[in-house]
C-alpha cells in the first residue's frame, strides 16, 4: 500500500501541510509583533483582494440585471449539456466494458 501513488500523494500532501503549520506556530509566537503600519498594510492588502475576488465579483452580479439573466440563460443551456455529457459517457463506458 506504501508503494501506491494516491498514499505517496497523501503523504506528501500532509508533510508539507505539518511544515507549513509549524513554521507559521514558530513565525507567529516567536517573531516579533506586528507594527500598526505592518497591520494597517495587510488590512490595505486583505481589501484589496475582497476587490477583485469572486465575492466581489458576486456582490455586483446581484446589483446588475442584465449580468444576472446572462448568467441565468447560461446556466440554463449548460446545466442540460453537462448532464448530457455525463450520460453519453456512462453509456460509451458501459458498452466498452461488455
Known amino acids: 500500500m506504501m508503494q501506491k501513488p494516491y498514499f505517496k ?6 508533510t ?3 511544515f507549513f503549520l509549524a513554521s507559521s506556530v514558530l513565525i507567529s509566537s516567536l517573531g516579533p509583533p506586528a507594527s500598526e503600519q ?4 495587510f488590512m490595505s492588502g486583505m481589501m484589496d483582494a ?4 469572486l465575492m466581489s465579483l ?6 446588475d440585471i442584465v ?6 440563460i447560461a446556466s440554463s443551456i ?3 449539456l453537462i448532464i448530457l ?6 453509456l460509451v463506458r458501459l458498452r466498452t466494458i461488455k
Not at 505592518?38 to 498594510?41: A, D, L, S
Not at 458576486?58 to 446589483?63: F, K, L, T, Y
Not at 455529457?85 to 456512462?90: D, K, M, Q, T, Y
Open 16 to 18: 508539507t501541510g505539518f
Open 85 to 90: 455529457s455525463i450520460l453519453a459517457a456512462i
Open 50 to 53: 475582497m476587490e477583485n475576488s
Open 38 to 41: 505592518q497591520i494597517m498594510q
Open 9 to 14: 500523494f497523501f503523504i506528501w500532501i500532509l
Open 67 to 72: 449580468l444576472s439573466q446572462i448568467i441565468f
Open 78 to 80: 449548460t446545466v442540460p
Open 58 to 63: 458576486s456582490m455586483s452580479i446581484e446589483h
